[in-house]
């Protein structure tokens, strides 16, 4: 099965750059992607990382490295809308299962 | 275009009981997933449908169970629910021609078992 390590919480001013890790521990999956949840909304869908690199999405960008384990979800230019619990997520190779990480809350101050 | 729709948003049941929870997928989708989430945790992947047919489970027991009908709606049933079934339940659709992994979540069904 799958387990994805996520930092609980980051606060960062607006302007600011964060950048969201997501370490993984895996026998084989297809991709990594990034869900965004505000408080009692339903999750939406970020980005998604199917190969080595970096994919940019306007002021988002996410990059998914196999060989450590490990991808990110960069926020640039922060904007209060931007606080909201981030999500990376894994389709696992044998199973079709998706499984999510514990989310990362980010806190957006003036 | 409507999006992924979900019926009731709260249901209130006692231990023991069974419930039904609907989804809708948004229109053109033909593959339907439910998650389980808990306050402050990540989703949890149930099952998922692809054109009628489960196509892959979730570490949950047997007593969760779903249906797809040929209008890609879904149910998700549970029987026998316990305190713990307390949690938000999201399906999310997406189709064969969408970016990897993209899916549409419908709002949630708070479900709270007394």
């Known amino acids: 099965g799958q387990s994805l390590e996520q930092p609980s919480e980051v606060t960062a001013v607006e302007g600011a750059i964060v950048q969201i890790n997501c370490t993984y521990q895996t026998s084989g999956f297809y991709g990594l992607s990034w869900y965004q949840q505000h408080d009692g909304g339903a999750p939406t869908f970020l980005s998604y990382?199917?190969?080595?690199g970096l994919e940019e999405t306007g002021r988002f960008s996410s990059f998914l490295s196999r060989s450590d384990s490990y991808g990110y979800l960069l926020l640039q230019e922060l904007q209060m809308k931007d606080s909201a619990s981030y999500f990376c997520?894994?389709?696992?190779?044998?199973?079709?299962?998706?499984?999510f990480g514990g989310g990362t809350r980010v806190l957006v101050k003036p | 275009e409507t999006g992924v729709t979900q019926s009731p948003t709260h249901l209130i049941k006692t231990r023991g009981q069974q419930v039904t929870l609907r989804c809708s997928s948004q229109?053109?989708?033909?593959?339907v997933s439910w998650y389980q989430q808990a306050l402050g945790q990540g989703p949890q992947f149930i099952f998922q449908y692809y054109r009628e047919e489960e196509n892959g489970r979730g570490n949950f027991p047997p007593r969760f169970s779903g249906l797809q009908f040929p209008n890609y709606s879904s149910e998700l049933n549970v029987n026998a629910l316990e305190l713990d079934d307390s949690a938000l339940y999201l399906c999310?659709?997406?189709?064969?021609?969408?970016?990897?992994?993209?899916?549409?979540f419908g709002p949630g069904t708070r479900l709270t078992v007394l």
């Open positions: 997520a894994v389709r696992e190779a044998a199973g079709n299962k998706l499984t």
């Open positions: 229109s053109g989708h033909n593959t």
């Open positions: 999310a659709s997406s189709s064969d021609g969408g970016r990897q992994d993209e899916q549409f």
């Open positions: 990382n199917g190969l080595d």
